[in-house]
């Protein structure tokens, strides 16, 4: 994958760099006559020479609706089919796809070094598929999505029998937030749950967030809350908090402009209200993105 390019100012090099699942980052040359690529510099050959990575594999399904949802599973360099491993579902964040990098915010990688299979899937609605898979969303808040990451969960279990049922957790950040805390109303599967800066409520949302009303321009179009209760308290998880069995781990930046602390914290006030299993993590001075820890 393509992560930054800079082009000669006679346009006849270039210079990027890329990655990708598996392989770090690394520096190349472009001809831009030929088309030649060369490798320029590995910066981190030498530490990388000593770890040994898993591999990647690309996993999709056909959902009940009929869409392909494509995704990918990352295996622990240590992999053994014979032994029983614990898992990780991971989703977008945004309704931007996962992209095909190597570790970033959420390194995989790192997970399956500590012994978990690793699977991402696309539910639709990301960007890059086209304007009918986008369209999708509108309007939907988490009904088609929820439903296919359960789904995919499933088929996931069924198709890899050396993951551990009883052991599968869930994550997603700001609308992959939301989403977990949407697919724990609706679902038991799960042994455990993280949502960072997600959405439990889609009228506080709209009126605080930074994005919240131009994102909805979009994801909710021509829909107000006080035109579809249906959307912005049937799909808010927080009306649904009584439903929630999964302990759930809510990460917040407290500085967010875009999914504001309260988003967390109102969920957190219900499942504590409730008994339920919760917690809190408060990122001092951390916006949306949690840069620093």
Same mark, same amino acid.
């Given at each position: 994958?393509l992560?930054?390019?800079?082009?000669?100012?006679?346009?006849?090099?270039?210079?990027? #760099?890329?990655?990708?699942?598996?392989?770090?980052k690394?520096?190349? #040359? !472009?001809?831009?006559? #030929?088309?030649?690529?060369?490798?320029l510099?590995?910066?981190e050959?030498?530490?990388?020479?000593?770890?040994?990575?898993?591999e990647?594999?690309?996993?999709?399904?056909?959902?009940?609706?009929?869409?392909?949802?494509?995704?990918?599973?990352?295996?622990?360099?240590?992999?053994?089919?014979?032994k029983?491993?614990?898992?990780?579902? @991971?989703?977008?964040?945004?309704?931007?796809?996962?992209?095909k990098?190597?570790?970033?915010?959420y390194?995989?990688?790192?997970?399956?070094?500590?012994?978990y299979?690793? @699977?991402?899937?696309?539910?639709?609605?990301?960007n890059?598929?086209?304007?009918?898979?986008?369209?999708?969303?509108?309007?939907? =808040?988490?009904?088609?999505?929820?439903?296919?990451?359960?789904?995919?969960?499933?088929?996931?279990?069924?198709?890899?029998?050396?993951?551990?049922?009883?052991?599968v957790?869930?994550?997603?950040?700001?609308?992959?937030g939301? !989403?977990?805390?949407n697919?724990?109303?609706?679902t038991?599967i799960?042994?455990?749950?993280?949502?960072?800066?997600?959405?439990?409520?889609?009228?506080? @949302? =709209?009126g605080?967030?930074y994005?919240?009303? =131009?994102?909805?321009?979009?994801?909710?179009?021509?829909?107000?809350? =006080?035109?579809?209760?249906?959307?912005?308290?049937?799909?808010?998880?927080?009306?649904?908090?009584?439903?929630?069995?999964?302990p !759930?781990?809510?990460?917040?930046?407290?500085?967010?402009?875009?999914?504001?602390?309260?988003?967390?914290? #109102?969920?957190?006030?219900?499942l504590k209200?409730?008994?339920?299993?919760?917690?809190?993590?408060?990122?001092?001075?951390?916006?949306?993105?949690?840069?620093?820890?």
């Amino acid at each position: 994958m393509l992560d930054d390019i800079s082009f000669s100012a006679k346009g006849k090099n270039a210079v990027f #760099t890329a990655s990708s699942s598996n392989v770090p980052k690394k520096v190349y #040359t !472009l001809d831009l006559a #030929t088309n030649e690529i060369k490798l320029l510099c590995f910066p981190e050959a030498e530490e990388y020479s000593k770890i040994k990575l898993g591999e990647v594999k690309d996993w999709n399904f056909v959902s009940e609706a009929g869409r392909e949802v494509e995704g990918r599973v990352y295996f622990p360099a240590t992999f053994d089919a014979n032994k029983k491993y614990p898992a990780i579902v @991971y989703f977008y964040g945004g309704t931007g796809p996962v992209e095909k990098s190597f570790e970033g915010r959420y390194p995989f990688n790192i997970y399956t070094a500590n012994g978990y299979i690793v @699977y991402v899937l696309q539910p639709t609605g990301a960007n890059g598929y086209g304007q009918k898979n986008s369209a999708v969303n509108v309007n939907d =808040w988490g009904k088609v999505t929820a439903a296919e990451v359960v789904e995919g969960t499933k088929k996931f279990l069924e198709a890899f029998s050396f993951v551990d049922a009883k052991r599968v957790g869930c994550m997603g950040a700001s609308y992959g937030g939301f !989403l977990t805390q949407n697919v724990i109303t609706k679902t038991d599967i799960f042994a455990a749950a993280i949502s960072h800066a997600g959405i439990s409520t889609l009228t506080s @949302y =709209w009126g605080e967030g930074y994005w919240g009303m =131009w994102f909805n321009a979009v994801a909710a179009a021509e829909s107000f809350p =006080w035109n579809r209760k249906d959307i912005y308290v049937d799909h808010s998880p927080i009306y649904s908090a009584d439903k929630i069995t999964t302990p !759930l781990l809510l990460l917040h930046g407290n500085t967010d402009p875009n999914v504001p602390l309260g988003e967390s914290w #109102t969920m957190y006030t219900a499942l504590k209200v409730l008994g339920k299993d919760v917690e809190l993590i408060e990122v001092d001075k951390q916006e949306h993105w949690i840069m620093q820890y």
